[in-house]
């Protein structure tokens, strides 16, 4: 079955409260990230950062990509982790 990922978009709640599903799926997404160690994805205790501001093309630490997502968000459309190592077939 298919992962449900539409906390990535929704920082708030309708009624403009920050949405606590947001802060669980961004653990969850470090988690997975940051558990790829062994892989062209982990460089130096780093991963590529998929705020909008990075887009990927930049590499944090984990606490700096926390704090990027919960700034900025994830960039449009990364629905499937690909730069994070996660297999294409979730499609």
């Not at 990927?56 to 630490?61: I, Q």
Request: some cysteine; charged content about 30%.
């Amino acid at each position: 079955m298919e992962e449900d990922r539409s906390w990535m978009y929704r920082r708030r709640n309708e009624m403009g409260y920050w949405n606590n599903q947001f802060d669980v799926g961004v653990e969850s997404f470090l988690y997975f990230a940051f558990s790829q160690t062994n892989s062209m994805f982990f460089a130096k205790n780093m991963i590529r950062c998929p705020c909008t501001k990075c887009w990927n093309r930049e590499w944090h630490h984990r606490p700096k990509v926390r704090v990027h997502l919960i700034r900025n968000g994830f960039m449009d459309g990364y629905l499937i982790w690909d730069k994070h190592r996660e297999i294409m077939s979730r499609k």
